[in-house]
């Protein structure tokens, strides 16, 4: 316990240093192409609020209360080899997040260099490529520390990027007015008022759903679940989306998603050199985080964490997003798309699994820590060859349930239902139900010798 010594402004700091980067200006200009500024906020912060709220019933509890992470928390679902699923998916999606947002501190920062005239426009890709590499490399510097490097850097940058996503609201206020921002119409909407509403909450909850991976990590570091709620519903369900809805208003008044873009437009070229500072400081500090949780996931896995150092775990980790920076950045910057599709499909069905297994069949009274590091037989969270039928079952028909009702690759909806109950949402109710359900009917019979198979356990904490 004595190391879970963060306090509720720490981790609300560090959840607002990772929530706020360039997804939030790339998520702010997409809704610019389906509402306005008053129903573009609205959208988003529900969407925002949301997903944040679902993360924290699935993540918060089993973390707090026995100090575990995002992945280990799932073996009671997934099953003791089925849990590499949750790991395939936390890595996948830090990974994914942190080449975007290295790929974005490296164009940022070469256009600054580009804009004082310290290189020229065809030098710009080539330093850019290597800013982004040295930013992997600095990333890992601090990383390495483990969680003391976040407590320290994580309030500094807080308070820095909040204090320049403010000067970019009153240079915005002051360049165009409210009247002028309010009246501006959105970019491309379709004919269906109600679609385009759904569209934009559709798309903040499938970006809130990044933060599960990142929850554990974090919120395990608090001593008790009542000091984490309100930071990370402040920092990761409205700080980011507040930085968005300057990206909206921004996009909306210029025409121009892009922040490189509108930058300049709005605080003209002194202005947009600290914007896309801001820009760069923020994706610093958010691929920080996600280093951290990606690497303390992969440290669980027995082998990994019982023979290397965490300098060498994170190393390892960070290494694949130095490859993507060096060698294939264009090809993934290509396919963010496909990035944020994987996200919705995967782990919408992920967070109503645990929803389900933790408020429903009241796994707090049953879970065993110590079964939760067993990697054999003799854990009682082996089921069927290490994997619960039950969690993966769920997991499928709850992938699936989204697909149904959107295409994650192109965001047009396959049904007509989509603008009234979103694709996650349903996606989450299917997978929590059909998880309860199998999970009632097969007590233990999967593992009738393992005691966490009976529900009414004296509880445990390891």
């Keep these: 316990m004595k190391e879970r010594n963060w306090n509720g402004f720490v981790l609300g700091a560090v959840c607002t240093t990772a929530g706020i980067a360039t997804w939030s200006f790339v998520v702010g200009g997409t809704s610019a192409s389906y509402l306005d500024a008053k129903m573009g906020v609205a959208a988003m912060l529900a969407g925002g609020l949301i997903g944040q709220f679902l993360i924290?019933?699935?993540?918060?509890?089993?973390?707090?209360?026995?100090?575990?992470?995002?992945?280990?928390?799932?073996?009671?679902?997934?099953?003791?080899?089925?849990?590499?699923?949750?790991?395939?998916m936390q890595y996948c999606t830090a990974l994914g997040w942190n080449c975007v947002l290295m790929l974005f501190f490296g164009r940022s920062a070469a256009s600054i260099l580009e804009i004082l005239g310290l290189i020229s426009a065809e030098a710009k890709a080539g330093w850019a490529t290597g800013i982004s590499a040295a930013g992997v490399v600095l990333v890992w510097l601090m990383v390495s520390r483990g969680a003391n490097s976040l407590q320290k850097v994580g309030p500094v940058?807080?308070?820095?990027?909040?204090?320049?996503?403010?000067?970019?609201?009153?240079?915005?206020?002051?360049?165009?007015?409210?009247?002028?921002?309010?009246?501006?119409?959105?970019?491309a909407p379709t004919s269906d008022e109600l679609l385009n509403y759904t569209s934009v909450v559709e798309l903040l909850i499938v970006s809130t759903w990044g933060w599960w991976s990142y929850m554990g990590g974090m919120v395990r570091m608090v001593d008790s679940a009542r000091k984490a709620i309100l930071p990370s519903m402040l920092g990761l369900g409205v700080a980011w989306v507040l930085v968005a809805a300057i990206s909206l208003y921004s996009t909306l008044v210029t025409g121009e998603p892009d922040p490189?873009?509108?930058?300049?437009?709005?605080?003209?070229?002194?202005?947009?050199?600290a914007v896309l500072l801001f820009i760069a400081f923020a994706n610093l500090g958010s691929t920080l985080v996600g280093a951290f949780v990606a690497s303390l996931g992969v440290s669980q896995?027995?082998?990994?964490?019982?023979?290397?150092?965490?300098?060498?775990?994170?190393?390892?980790?960070l290494l694949p997003m130095l490859l993507v920076s060096l060698f294939f950045a264009e090809p993934f910057s290509n396919n963010v798309d496909q990035f944020m599709a994987f996200i919705?499909?995967?782990?919408?069905?992920?967070?109503?699994?645990?929803?389900?297994?933790?408020?429903?069949?009241?796994?707090?009274?049953?879970?065993?820590?110590?079964?939760?590091?067993?990697?054999?037989?003799?854990?009682?969270y082996?089921?069927?060859?290490?994997?619960?039928?039950?969690?993966?079952?769920?997991?499928?028909?709850?992938?699936?349930?989204?697909?149904?009702?959107?295409?994650?690759?192109?965001?047009?909806?396959?049904?007509?239902?989509?603008?009234?109950?979103?694709?996650?949402?349903?996606?989450?109710?299917?997978?929590a139900v059909v998880y309860s359900l199998l999970s009632m009917l097969w007590r233990g019979r999967l593992n009738p010798a393992r005691a966490d198979t009976q529900l009414d356990e004296t509880p445990r904490s390891g």
């Design 56 to 88: 924290s019933l699935a993540t918060i509890p089993p973390s707090t209360k026995f100090g575990i992470e995002t992945v280990i928390s799932t073996k009671p679902q997934l099953g003791s080899r089925g849990s590499y699923l949750a790991l395939f």
């Design 157 to 187: 940058v807080a308070i820095s990027i909040s204090l320049m996503a403010v000067w970019l609201l009153v240079l915005l206020l002051q360049d165009y007015g409210i009247s002028e921002i309010s009246a501006a119409e959105p970019l």
């Design 260 to 273: 490189a873009v509108w930058a300049p437009m709005i605080a003209g070229e002194v202005g947009g050199i």
């Design 301 to 317: 896995i027995p082998k990994v964490g019982g023979t290397l150092s965490w300098r060498v775990i994170s190393g390892l980790v």
């Design 344 to 380: 919705g499909l995967m782990i919408a069905p992920m967070v109503g699994i645990q929803i389900a297994d933790w408020h429903v069949l009241r796994r707090g009274k049953t879970l065993r820590v110590s079964g939760l590091y067993q990697q054999s037989q003799a854990s009682c």
């Design 382 to 431: 082996w089921y069927l060859g290490g994997f619960n039928p039950a969690g993966i079952i769920a997991l499928a028909l709850g992938s699936v349930t989204y697909q149904l009702l959107l295409d994650p690759v192109t965001y047009e909806p396959r049904s007509s239902l989509f603008k009234y109950v979103t694709a996650s949402l349903p996606a989450l109710v299917v997978a």
